[in-house]
């Protein structure tokens, strides 16, 4: 029947706005700030990655424009770094079970210096297409 269907969907949304509330009210009791940032932190946590001791620029696909370069001017430790994070979320990933709580990511550790290395290579990259193009020397003319 009808009324039988209709009542499970009024039910499961139910539930459903049961589970979003109890989200957004534990985020918001850990973080106090705007909601986006309660989000942005239980979003992280649901990720995973940190578990494995992979940060956030780690996930970005080396295959972007930038991104190569980027990483080739980064020093040599921090390359061998990212490499170490990558084989032991590897094996970790392998065994199925999520490092030690002492070895995994933490918010402090988990810095944005290649994602700004990138920024960089980026203008440059576009400053370079510009100047193939044509478009630098006609602005300078115009000067």
Same mark, same amino acid.
């Given at each position: $029947?009808?009324?039988?269907?209709?009542?499970?969907? *009024?039910?499961?949304?139910?539930?459903?706005?049961? +589970?979003?509330? +109890?989200?957004?009210?534990?985020?918001?009791?850990?973080? #106090?700030?705007?909601?986006? %940032?309660?989000?942005?932190?239980?979003?992280?946590?649901?990720?995973?990655?940190? *578990?494995?001791?992979?940060?956030?620029?780690?996930?970005?696909?080396?295959?972007? $424009?930038?991104?190569?370069?980027?990483?080739?001017?980064m #020093?040599?430790?921090?390359?061998?770094? +990212?490499?170490?994070?990558?084989?032991?979320?590897?094996?970790?990933?392998?065994?199925? *079970?999520p490092? $030690?709580?002492?070895?995994?990511? *933490?918010?402090?550790? %988990?810095?944005?210096?290649?994602?700004?290395?990138? +920024?960089?290579?980026?203008?440059?990259l576009?400053?370079?297409?510009?100047?193939?193009?044509?478009?630098?020397?006609?602005?300078?003319?115009?000067?």
């Open positions: $029947p009808k009324w039988v269907r209709k009542t499970a969907q *009024t039910a499961s949304f139910n539930i459903m706005a049961l +589970r979003v509330a +109890r989200v957004l009210r534990a985020a918001s009791a850990v973080k #106090p700030q705007g909601f986006l %940032d309660s989000f942005s932190e239980s979003y992280i946590k649901w990720s995973g990655y940190r *578990t494995f001791g992979l940060r956030a620029e780690d996930l970005v696909m080396e295959e972007l $424009p930038g991104v190569r370069e980027a990483i080739r001017r #020093p040599d430790e921090y390359q061998d770094e +990212r490499y170490f994070r990558f084989k032991r979320a590897m094996m970790a990933s392998a065994k199925q *079970t490092l $030690p709580a002492d070895l995994q990511t *933490t918010q402090d550790m %988990d810095t944005k210096e290649l994602l700004e290395m990138i +920024r960089r290579v980026r203008v440059e576009a400053e370079r297409d510009a100047f193939d193009s044509g478009e630098v020397s006609k602005q300078l003319k115009q000067l």
